[in-house]
Antibody, heavy 128, light 111 residues
Framework: EVQLLESGGALVQPGGSLRLSCAAS????????MSWVRRGPGKGLEWVAG????????YYADSVTGRFTISRDNSRDTVYLQMTGLRADDTAVYHC?????????????????????WGQGTLVTVSS | QSMLTQPPSASETPGQSVTISCSGS????????VNWYQQHVPGTAPKVLI????QRPSGVPDRFSGSKSDTSASLAISGLQSEDEADYSC???????????FGGGTKLTVL
């Protein structure tokens, strides 16, 4: 069974830093891209960042570029999200999600991509 | 502000049908497949409901169907049941942004 377990969420002050982790099991981790997706209070889902299976291709949402860093350790089957310069509007439940393909983008050749499954999420609250 | 536009809410009685729209642009829906996700309660894991515009994963009832035309997509749910009450979000890759974009989500209430 494929499982994704996020951890690292906490209450942090504005301007602070936090590192989230997502431990994966039940599939060949290095063969799949991974993403972080968040939902803030009263808001819709927002894709934050994605990393390819090998870790070479990385993409970010404009809202977090320069502040967040996604990385992965394929020897530990874990993906990370290092967050710095946190702001109140970063408050959200952060989910990690497995891509069907090894690429982050929509497709590879004729093969299409989607997120499945998702983890239950970890709560990040940015407040003084 | 979401890149894909969905109505914030929808409601219908059990047994009836409902359609949720998702509007985008050429760089996202117009160029790439649309996926739909269902989330019952904030803080729980979303799940894929429809992938590649109109494909259902195994285990998803055929009451759920997806379609796409030009830069818009739709999710149709027939024979509504109480357990269908959830938040539904569309998503597509945006070629201009090199990013996944989501709709703002539609909260479906089964009256």
């Amino acid at each position: 069974e494929v499982q994704l377990l996020e951890s690292g969420g906490a209450l942090v002050q504005p301007g602070g830093s936090l590192r989230l982790s997502c431990a994966a099991s039940g599939f060949r981790f290095s063969e799949h891209a991974m993403s972080w997706v968040r939902r803030g209070p009263g808001k819709g889902l927002e894709w934050v960042a994605g990393i390819s299976g090998g870790g070479l291709n990385i993409y970010y949402a404009d809202s977090v570029t320069g502040r967040f860093t996604i990385s992965r350790d394929n020897s530990r089957d874990t993906v990370y999200l290092q967050m710095t310069g946190l702001r109140a509007d970063d408050t959200a439940v952060y989910h990690c999600a497995k891509s069907r393909l090894s690429v982050v983008r929509a497709k590879s050749g004729s093969r299409l991509n989607w997120f499945d499954p998702w983890g239950q999420g970890t709560l990040v609250t940015v407040s003084s | 502000q979401s890149m894909l536009t969905q109505p914030p809410s929808a409601s219908e009685t059990p047994g009836q049908s409902v359609t949720i729209s998702c509007s985008g642009s050429y760089s996202n829906i117009g160029s790439n497949a649309v996926n739909w996700y269902q989330q019952h309660v904030p803080g729980t894991a979303p799940k894929v409901l429809i992938y590649s515009d109109n494909q259902r994963p195994s285990g998803v009832p055929d009451r759920f169907s997806g379609s796409k035309s030009d830069t818009s997509a739709s999710l149709a749910i027939s024979g509504l049941q109480s357990e269908d009450e959830a938040d539904y979000s569309c998503a597509a890759w945006d070629d201009s942004l090199s990013a996944w974009v989501f709709g703002g989500g539609t909260k479906l209430t089964v009256l």
